[in-house]
């Protein structure tokens, strides 16, 4: 008789509404893996800098004087004020507490009567530092010194997005939106990473540019990559120009585990998907527009509204009704449909995230 194999279930509750289970999240999953930090389009001079946050430590990102970009903790090494806020220009980094100046390499280079101390070796000084990657244009940090690079967490990821948006390196954003959702961030990527839903919920998704039975999404490393046919490439929103590039035609996204994706309409439209996470309950999605040399685009600006208006509207409904069911008595976690052929009605890419969101957690 053959062996009847168990189904795998979804995550237990737990894991998306106790406030342990996100310290341990935050404590090691978001310090450990890459996060969206900028884009290289602030810090185009030397000198630029911006500020940025990720697993509850404040950072910034700065061009030195061999136009190397550099991230460091947000905090001057002498009695912890900040140094920097917002973002700026600047010659040198000079604290506000006690005017203690850093050269734009981190190290410290002057400070109010430091020559008095006996023993004070300001060569010894420095800012720290924290991992900074670019990626097709895109700046990352991540806390780990000795994480891997993103290629190896990412195979192949920057070659076929540049296939996909040729021109990545004169793209600025022209378009931010910000969309809490009440929800934990593993619901919103969840629900972002698999199409099972999109027939009875995304109406302008399923009924328009993509071929829904072409749909499917796998893994590449800790990517989830997510190709599609298109159709009705003549009924978009906006003109396209089939021969300007071979992917012109086409749809793609890639997540970039944990809270980051790429996303390309055809016409090679690119825009992200910037998840922050804000405590067990609530992330905040930040979508992203982009544009070359940032014009302004009445076509991008409308897609942005389009997309909020729909497909994002949609999604919220959903992924605040989960988190109300999570904390529901009555919800014991169901089997996954994990159709072993894949496709836009399988759910083996959620079966894949659950598997790294476990490992997080438990170890
Ligand atoms: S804390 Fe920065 S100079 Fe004193
Ligand atoms: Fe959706």
Not at 66 to 86: F, K, M, P, S, T
Not at 311 to 322: K, Y
């Amino acid at each position: 008789m053959p062996l009847k194999s168990n189904p795998t279930r979804s995550l237990d509750a737990r894991y998306y509404t106790d406030p342990a289970v996100f310290r341990i999240e935050s404590d090691g999953l978001f310090k450990r893996t890459w996060q969206f930090a900028g884009h290289i389009s602030q810090v185009e001079n030397t000198g630029d800098y911006f500020t940025f946050s990720m697993a509850g430590e404040n950072l910034f990102c700065i061009r030195d004087r061999d136009g190397a970009i550099n991230a460091y903790y947000n905090v001057c090494q002498h009695r912890a004020h900040e140094l920097v806020h917002g973002e700026g220009h600047t010659r040198l980094l000079v604290c506000p507490y006690h005017a203690w100046t850093y050269e734009l390499s981190g190290q410290l280079r002057s400070g109010p009567n430091i020559q008095s101390v006996p023993g004070f070796d300001k060569s010894d000084i420095c800012l720290t530092p924290v991992r900074i990657e670019e990626f097709c244009g895109f700046l990352f940090a991540n806390l780990d010194p000795d994480a891997e690079p993103m290629d190896v967490w990412f195979p192949d990821v920057r070659k076929q997005l540049s296939s996909f948006v040729p021109h990545h390196g004169r793209l600025k954003h022209v378009e931010w939106v910000e969309i809490p959702e009440n929800c934990n961030w593993k619901v919103s990527i969840e629900n972002y990473s698999e199409c099972y839903h999109c027939k009875l919920n995304h109406q302008t998704f399923s009924t328009g540019v993509v071929k829904p039975e072409s749909y499917d999404i796998q893994p590449q490393g800790f990517c989830l990559r997510h190709t599609t046919e298109c159709q009705n490439l003549d009924r978009m929103s906006y003109a396209i120009d089939l021969n300007s590039n071979e992917h012109a035609g086409e749809y793609s996204s890639w997540f970039l585990w944990p809270m980051f994706s790429f996303q390309v309409y055809p016409g090679n439209v690119l825009n992200t998907y910037h998840w922050r996470a804000v405590d067990a309950d609530h992330v905040v999605v930040w979508r992203g527009w982009y544009t070359i040399d940032g014009a302004k685009s009445d076509v991008i600006s409308k897609l942005a509204v389009q997309d909020r208006e729909t497909t994002v509207e949609e999604d919220i409904h959903l992924v605040e009704s989960v988190q109300r069911g999570l904390r529901s008595s009555g919800y014991r976690p169901g089997p996954l449909v994990v159709d072993p052929k894949c496709g836009v009605n399988s759910e083996h890419s959620v079966e894949k995230l659950q598997q790294w969101m476990r490992e997080a957690v438990d170890g």
